[in-house]
């Protein structure tokens, strides 16, 4: 079944043109690999650079530069998809191996969550949220913008239920609690401009942990 929600417009042409950071590229190109009606309209935003790129002479490759391309190349052994991590394969080829991801706790029975990876040149996040069967991600609020993706199972968001493949946004200054689908829980990317801030109890020793990392 296709997603019912998709990314905004400008999330798109970013990522057709070049400019998304990465944690907006990897996010967009997940939601791709569920989506053919936002496949073909970045194939539609991209159509221009197409016939300009055609309409360039080719030039070759100098030897060394492509050696060198496929000596990196020869470096990586392809990722395999992991029994219970429902990520595709062209995600996993561009994060640290599974193994070393380290998973936090969002003191709620059943929710973890791990930091995939930073873009180098800003302040964003690309975060891997799991929600086991009936599991919340508590009440929280957000320091910047955030971008979703569920990519298995379902979570109700403010009365919506979102399935793999949907996209959902929420402001700077959002404040929201998340509810996974009964049965099946749920994966989702979360793509974070700035920190997420847990509320109550759970806000204080939030807080108190980071005071200790500094």
Request: aromatic share 6%; hydrophobic share 40%.
């Amino acid at each position: 079944m296709s997603p019912t929600n998709h990314p905004p417009a400008h999330r798109l042409l970013a990522y057709v043109t070049g400019t998304a950071d990465v944690p907006a590229r990897l996010l967009v190109e997940t939601h791709l690999s569920f989506c053919s009606v936002c496949m073909r309209e970045v194939g539609r935003l991209g159509a221009p650079g197409g016939l300009v790129l055609e309409a360039m002479p080719e030039a070759p490759v100098p030897p060394p530069l492509f050696e060198r391309i496929w000596r990196e190349a020869s470096r990586h052994e392809p990722p395999t998809r992991m029994r219970g991590l429902p990520l595709p394969t062209s995600l996993l080829a561009e994060l640290p191996p599974p193994a070393h991801w380290r998973w936090h706790s969002l003191l709620s029975e059943g929710s973890r969550v791990t930091c995939l990876t930073r873009d180098g040149q800003g302040r964003s996040a690309l975060f891997l949220v799991h929600l086991r069967a009936g599991a919340r991600f508590p009440m929280h609020s957000h320091q910047g913008h955030e971008d979703t993706l569920v990519v298995a199972g379902g979570v109700w968001d403010a009365g919506r239920f979102l399935e793999a493949g949907d996209w959902n946004s929420a402001p700077a200054g959002s404040r929201h609690m998340l509810s996974a689908d009964s049965t099946e829980g749920c994966w989702a990317l979360a793509r974070e401009d700035d920190e997420v801030r847990l509320s109550g109890w759970r806000g204080v020793l939030q807080r108190a942990a980071s005071l200790r990392s500094h």
